[in-house]
């Protein structure tokens, strides 16, 4: 059972996060940015999916940062024209976390896994759920050869540590789920073991998250530019499902919703 602010979502199957972007390089007409982006969780929401995730500022590797006041302008109108949808806020900006709860946000999807002292307690005195995240650095400097003795168990202690942290804070434990962060200062060979292994998170006891869509791992292993990796998207985001990830964090939604049909159907699931 994952509690979702207001919702309540039991997982007997899994779940498709929809990412909508908030930002002028993934909408081109950039006066209309919030309207392209409302339109396009409306979309997603049509297409299957469970939760829609909303970023205001992009978090990818090489990425420059935004300043709050734009944040806030980018995401809280959106949040507050779907009503009555499941939405994840992806932010690490405590202010931003406050303000997206106020408008309706239902969880918090921050890849700094609330180690800022005023996250933690503005989610602990919420009841939004929250997405706790694994990354190794800054996203600016992430990639710049990332090194790990045992990256199963460094991300493992990591999420243990951080599942425990925002218990001890009072978050219950049907609100948390973690995430191995592919891509967030990981090697193609550290992103592929953590694939490989990721039923070891399921062992946390909390649903595992796992976000490996149109990633540059993806890119690595088929030679496909970003517009070109839903296939491998798909196959990745089955493969998780398999090896234990309870929601998957995708662009293509109705590829992953028809994709995960096949899945539930052979493993007897229902398919509603
Ligand atoms: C992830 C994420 C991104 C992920 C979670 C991208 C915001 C990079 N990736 N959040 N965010 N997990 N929880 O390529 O893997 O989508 S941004």
Same mark, same amino acid.
């Given at each position: 059972m994952l509690s979702f602010g207001s919702f309540q979502f039991d997982l007997s199957r899994p779940l498709v996060m929809g990412i909508v972007n908030v930002t002028p390089d993934s909408f081109s007409d950039g006066g209309r940015l919030g309207q $392209?982006?409302?339109?396009?969780?409306?979309? %997603?929401?049509?297409?299957?999916?469970?939760?829609?995730?909303? &970023?205001?500022? $992009?978090?990818?590797? /090489?990425?420059?940062?935004?300043? %709050?006041?734009?944040?806030? $302008?980018?995401?809280?109108?959106v949040i507050e024209a779907l009503p009555g949808v499941p939405i994840s806020i992806d932010t690490f900006k405590p202010e931003v976390m406050r303000a997206a709860i106020l408008a309706g946000a239902q969880m918090v999807n921050d890849i700094d896994a609330l180690q800022d002292p005023l996250a933690m307690q503005i989610v602990a005195a919420s009841n939004v759920a929250v997405c706790l995240m694994h990354k190794r650095g800054a996203p600016q400097t992430m990639?710049?050869?990332?090194?790990?003795?045992?990256?199963?168990?460094?991300?493992?202690? =990591?999420?243990?540590?951080?599942?425990?942290?925002?218990?001890?804070? /009072?978050?219950?434990?049907? @609100?948390?789920?973690?995430?191995?962060? =592919? /891509? =967030? &200062?990981?090697?193609?060979?550290?992103?592929? !073991?953590?694939? @490989?292994?990721?039923?070891? =998170?399921?062992? %946390? &006891?909390?649903?595992?998250?796992?976000?490996?869509? @149109?990633?540059?791992?993806? &890119?690595? %292993?088929?030679?496909?530019?970003?517009?070109?990796?839903?296939?491998?998207?798909?196959?990745?985001?089955?493969? !998780?499902?398999? @090896? /234990?990830? !309870?929601?998957?964090?995708?662009?293509?939604?109705?590829?992953?919703?028809?994709?995960?049909k096949i899945l539930n159907a052979i493993n007897g699931g229902c398919n509603e």
């Open positions: $392209s982006a409302i339109d396009h969780a409306h979309q %997603l929401i049509a297409e299957g999916a469970d939760i829609i995730d909303i &970023g205001g500022e $992009s978090t990818r590797p /090489g990425a420059i940062p935004v300043s %709050l006041e734009e944040e806030l $302008s980018r995401v809280i109108p990639q710049v050869q990332p090194e790990y003795a045992d990256v199963l168990a460094e991300v493992n202690m =990591f999420l243990r540590d951080r599942v425990a942290a925002v218990q001890a804070a /009072g978050i219950a434990q049907d @609100r948390i789920v973690v995430d191995p962060g =592919f /891509g =967030f &200062g990981k090697t193609l060979a550290h992103n592929l !073991a953590l694939l @490989r292994e990721l039923h070891h =998170f399921t062992d %946390l &006891g909390v649903p595992v998250l796992a976000g490996l869509s @149109r990633k540059s791992m993806l &890119g690595a %292993l088929t030679g496909q530019d970003a517009s070109n990796r839903m296939p491998a998207s798909i196959a990745a985001a089955i493969i !998780a499902v398999q @090896r /234990g990830a !309870a929601i998957v964090r995708v662009h293509d939604v109705r590829a992953t919703v028809d994709a995960l």
